[in-house]
């Protein structure tokens, strides 16, 4: 049974639009939700992360909407380029030395 | 500062033979974790270690074993290397096996 999931699976927008990816989880005992991002070749990088009581967080132009009751976040790309166009994974821990639960991942394209 | 550094970048072994990978995590950081990422899917947990000792081991097979070492450097061994073993085989590191995972870009294992 997969832990988080995630969707779409991929996902075309034109440069400057606001690309969205959703995740949603079942155990209640996650309390750390992050967002990698991967491109060809390399490791998945941290982008942005949130712990459940807060409902939303932003860094730079990537912001994440957490909504405990529902138990659903999503990662929004605001003014998106064509350098954004990467695989978006999003991922749910228990407590420390708990292992990262990662969703199955979006893979994004940003036409220019 | 250095990232997390991975070797081999690249490896390609034959069914029934054994393979190591080693990590070297960021310096200061003394938990090291492992994760297979199959082309196409999200990563997958085969091992956390904290300070030598194993605190975590996900669903693999006993041919799948990890070792940490006094300076927090990693290694993953797998025996009996099955075609199924081919993927990116990626390492994280965290100060204190909280919430602040680094990835490194990987070992792409092909298996033939």
């Known amino acids: 049974q997969q832990q988080v999931k995630q969707s779409p699976q991929s996902l075309i927008v034109q440069k400057g639009g606001i690309p969205i990816i959703n995740c949603a989880y079942e155990?209640?005992?996650?309390?750390?939700f992050p967002w990698y991002q991967q491109f060809p070749g390399k490791g998945p990088a941290l982008l942005i992360a949130?712990?459940?009581?807060?409902s939303e967080k932003k860094e730079g132009r990537f912001t994440i909407s957490f909504n405990k009751s529902a138990k659903q976040f999503s990662l929004h790309i605001m003014d998106s380029q064509p350098g954004d166009s990467a695989t978006y994974f999003c991922?749910?821990?228990?407590?420390?030395?708990?292992?990262?639960?990662f969703g199955s991942g979006t893979k994004l394209n940003v036409k220019p | 500062d250095a990232g997390v550094t991975q070797s081999p970048t690249h490896l390609i072994k034959t069914r029934g033979q054994h393979v190591t990978l080693r990590c070297s995590p960021i310096?200061?950081?003394?938990?090291v974790s492992w994760y297979q990422q199959v082309l196409g899917q999200g990563p997958q947990f085969i091992f956390q270690?904290?300070?030598?000792?194993?605190?975590g081991r996900g669903n693999f097979p006993d041919r799948f074993s990890a070792r940490q070492f006094p300076n927090y450097s990693s290694e993953l061994n797998v025996n009996a290397l099955l075609l199924g073993d081919s993927a990116l085989y990626l390492c994280?590191?965290?100060?204190?096996?909280?919430?602040?995972?680094?990835f490194g870009s990987g070992t792409r294992l092909t298996v033939v």
């Open positions: 310096s200061g950081h003394k938990s």
């Open positions: 991922a749910a821990q228990a407590g420390n030395f708990n292992k990262f639960y």
């Open positions: 994280a590191s965290s100060p204190a096996g909280d919430y602040g995972y680094t």
């Open positions: 155990n209640t005992a996650f309390d750390y």
């Open positions: 270690y904290y300070e030598k000792e194993e605190r």
């Open positions: 949130i712990r459940p009581d807060v």
